[in-house]
């Protein structure tokens, strides 16, 4: 029995002085002194393997690395775990293996999210129809899930693998599902708040931005005052965005979800009129500006300071508000954007004709395609590559010169430049013309302060921590990035968070910690057996108000999914995430060792998926050979139900003779389970389907 011998030896391991049995290993010595050396092979109960190559050390007097795991204590040796060479080699050999590794942390969909939002973990939820755990999940990363479940383009929607089967997951629609039945409950789902901390923080703008800033430092123990110019809270979402796409009650509600942690917000204080920024810098520990960018771009073309030209966001906040709007009977909107289409469509609302005038053509459009075609069948029209040049009253109306265009080589947006065709001048008119070309920060306020501010106006930022020039104050959403989608906003207020956290605790700002991913590769490189008896199943189609209706109300247009609808949809879900995330020890060494999964290039293991067995399944691209399973299946339980496969790069771990798992001798103990360390064996799911 190893360890039994009297005999002992002494040798230092980073300068600790240790006398150990001298059959012990330098990884048994360190693990018994509390040192740890990383391994993926290492198991007490099992003899050596020597696969992983991560247990390197040096010993002094050797010109090169050792294994840890295989090398026998000496007298007097002399050992380091951790120097610049020995983290460069376990950085290489975790690379390496990581080449070869097909399986992602992660799915897609969470990668693609600009709050990176655990899609695939809410949508598993819902088709289990546990609805507090999907919005649990939800609000971990976004405050404002109605909302976005409503507005957002959904580019996590663009990245679902399911696009290489049939139809992407509508995974929008998923969230919308789980917020509204939260707020249906009469008991929404609120989250713990931290003890207070004594740290005061300031947010200017009760936006995307701002909230989730708050929502998420409130939780972390500090006071949080909300400083919000308009009346009522929301920012774009209830300023910007009609309520036939995002009905104010639901908006109103899911606010006070947040503002009800304990979030004191006031009302009508605008930031350089109603309070000066020095004045708040003074009185609070930190400041997150989440001002927006609330000013319409005008066009600098001749008769556009008429009082019948309106900037787009202007027009949607006077409707919002519930002013007194005239627009005539004939509309035109210039730009292709969302807040165009929106106004256009809102324009529509008021019984008149709507136009919209854009310099590119359709494909161009940055709208929704979906909102482009909602605007289409409620009536718009449409005049494609074409730009007012001029603005002219008459007695009826305005009457807009334009130019058409054709389009030239792609400009820095990516799309191709719109060029003026010369002597192609047409005219439109109308009784009222909306800009809807671009948005501007009112960056006055800042003159004097220490935060440098760019073009347009924007805050200046680090994108990692949200820091401005001024160490106190952090800014993030519209404001900073210009116009933009509300899901980058409120990821931006959730980084700033963390980072503002960090200031108050006398902590290096440095940020929220960037998600580590392994992954199978790009939409198209995902290898085709990943598929593999996929069967189609139809996306569910969002329920819509009758467009008999659309064009004369303020009803929201699309609707909710049912309970069945919801969990049907969620069915679809490939769950590309890692079940194993957490407990990866793979993962865990790769983040620590700042190892890139795919810097050698190479073939990766092919892609298989064994789920025949009742207890546990395996996902055989994501094994390094470590020969855990095997051994201890083998050497501790004698059922040598796991053998190697082959040689070289062709070498893998299957059950015996190939069978499926269900059908060998596996009596489910999971101790293979237990000691595999990248996910490849995972225990299912009680209640799960072999």
């Known amino acids: 029995m190893r360890g039994v011998t009297m005999k002992k030896v002494n040798l230092t391991i980073d300068n600790h002085n240790l006398t150990v049995p001298a059959d012990w290993t330098i990884l048994e010595a360190a693990r018994d002194a509390g040192i740890e050396i990383p391994t993926l092979c290492y198991h007490p109960e099992l003899e050596v393997f020597n696969s992983c190559l991560l247990c390197v050390v040096e010993v002094e007097g050797l010109g090169k690395?050792?294994?840890?795991?295989?090398?026998?204590?000496?007298?007097?040796?002399?050992?380091?775990?951790?120097?610049?060479?020995?983290?460069?080699?376990?950085?290489?050999?975790?690379?390496?293996?990581?080449?070869?590794?097909?399986?992602?942390?992660?799915?897609?969909?969470?990668?693609?999210?600009?709050?990176?939002?655990?899609?695939?973990?809410?949508?598993?939820?819902?088709?289990?129809?546990?609805?507090?755990?999907?919005?649990?999940?939800?609000?971990?990363?976004?405050?404002?899930?109605?909302?976005?479940?409503?507005?957002?383009p959904a580019p996590c929607e663009d990245a679902c693998r399911r696009h290489r089967v049939d139809e992407p997951v509508a995974i929008h629609a998923l969230k919308r599902f789980a917020a509204d039945y939260d707020?249906?409950?009469?008991?929404?789902?609120?989250?713990?708040?931290?003890?207070?901390?004594?740290?005061?923080?300031?947010?200017?703008?009760?936006?995307?931005?701002?909230?989730?800033?708050?929502?998420?430092?409130?939780?972390?123990?500090?006071?949080?005052?909300?400083?919000?110019?308009?009346?009522?809270?929301?920012?774009?979402?209830?300023?910007?965005?009609?309520?036939?796409?995002?009905?104010?009650?639901?908006?109103?509600?899911?606010?006070?979800?947040?503002?009800?942690?304990?979030?004191?917000?006031?009302?009508?204080?605008?930031?350089?009129?109603?309070?000066?920024?020095?004045?708040?810098?003074?009185?609070?520990?930190?400041?997150?500006?989440?001002?927006g960018a609330q000013s319409s771009r005008m066009m600098n073309i001749p008769g556009e300071d008429s009082d019948r030209v309106w900037g787009g966001v202007e027009f949607l906040g006077r409707v919002a508000r519930g002013e007194d709007v005239d627009v005539g009977q004939r509309v035109a909107v210039v730009g292709g954007g969302n807040t165009a289409v929106d106004a256009v469509r809102t324009a529509l609302r008021f019984g008149a004709e709507a136009t919209i005038l854009y310099r590119r053509s359709r494909r161009e459009m940055p709208a929704l395609d979906i909102e482009v075609e909602a605007a289409e069948e409620e009536g718009v029209e449409f005049h494609f590559l074409a730009s007012p040049i001029a603005i002219g009253e008459t007695e009826s109306g305005l009457k807009v010169t334009n130019i058409r265009m054709e389009l030239g080589p792609p400009d820095d947006s990516g799309r191709r430049r719109p060029v003026p065709i010369k002597g192609s001048e047409f005219t439109v008119?109308?009784?009222?013309?909306?800009?809807?070309?671009?948005?501007?920060?009112?960056?006055?306020?800042?003159?004097?302060?220490?935060?440098?501010?760019?073009?347009?106006?924007?805050?200046?930022?680090?994108?990692?921590?949200?820091?401005?020039?001024?160490?106190?104050?952090?800014?993030?959403?519209?404001?900073?990035?210009?116009?933009?989608?509300?899901?980058?906003?409120?990821?931006?207020?959730?980084?700033?968070?963390?980072?503002?956290?960090?200031?108050?605790?006398?902590?290096?700002?440095v940020g929220r910690t960037e998600v580590w991913n392994s992954s199978m590769g790009a939409l198209d490189e995902v290898p085709e057996s990943r598929f593999a008896g996929v069967e189609k199943a139809a996306r569910q189609e969002t329920p819509e108000l009758a467009l008999s209706r659309r064009t004369c109300t303020f009803e929201e247009v699309d609707l909710c999914f049912s309970e069945e609808m919801a969990v049907a949809e969620a069915s679809r879900c490939l769950e590309c995430d890692c079940k194993a995330v957490d407990d990866c020890l793979l993962r865990q060494y790769g983040i620590e060792y700042g190892a890139e999964p795919k810097r050698f290039g190479g073939k990766m293991n092919e892609y298989t998926l064994d789920e025949s067995h009742a207890a546990l399944t395996q996902e055989a691209g994501k094994c390094i050979l470590c020969g855990l399973c095997v051994r201890m299946c083998s050497d501790v339980k004698g059922l040598n139900v796991f053998n190697f496969a082959e040689r070289g790069f062709e070498a893998r771990v299957i059950p015996y003779f190939g069978l499926p798992l269900g059908e060998t001798t596996c009596d489910g103990c999971l101790k293979c389970v237990e000691v595999c360390p990248t996910g490849t064996l995972v225990a299912r799911e009680e209640g799960a389907e072999a």
């Open 65 to 152: 690395p050792v294994l840890s795991c295989g090398t026998q204590v000496r007298e007097g040796m002399a050992v380091t775990t951790n120097s610049d060479l020995i983290r460069d080699t376990r950085r290489i050999a975790l690379e390496l293996l990581l080449s070869e590794h097909c399986g992602d942390c992660f799915g897609p969909c969470k990668i693609a999210c600009p709050a990176e939002c655990d899609a695939a973990g809410y949508i598993h939820s819902i088709a289990r129809r546990d609805y507090a755990e999907a919005i649990r999940i939800i609000k971990a990363d976004i405050p404002l899930a109605t909302a976005l479940g409503r507005v957002c």
């Open 429 to 509: 008119e109308c009784d009222t013309l909306i800009m809807a070309i671009g948005q501007v920060v009112d960056s006055a306020c800042f003159e004097g302060s220490g935060i440098e501010t760019g073009r347009g106006g924007r805050i200046q930022v680090d994108e990692k921590t949200m820091q401005t020039t001024a160490p106190d104050v952090f800014a993030g959403g519209d404001g900073v990035t210009g116009p933009d989608i509300a899901v980058r906003a409120i990821g931006a207020g959730h980084r700033a968070a963390f980072s503002i956290d960090q200031y108050l605790r006398g902590e290096e700002v």
């Open 183 to 291: 707020l249906a409950s009469g008991q929404p789902y609120m989250p713990e708040v931290a003890p207070d901390t004594g740290h005061k923080v300031a947010v200017v703008g009760a936006g995307p931005a701002g909230l989730s800033a708050a929502y998420y430092l409130r939780q972390m123990g500090h006071a949080v005052t909300i400083f919000e110019a308009h009346d009522e809270p929301g920012g774009m979402l209830r300023y910007g965005i009609p309520s036939y796409r995002l009905p104010r009650e639901q908006l109103t509600a899911e606010i006070g979800t947040i503002t009800g942690l304990g979030i004191d917000v006031r009302y009508g204080v605008r930031l350089g009129g109603d309070v000066a920024l020095a004045e708040l810098r003074e009185k609070y520990d930190a400041l997150f500006l989440g001002i």
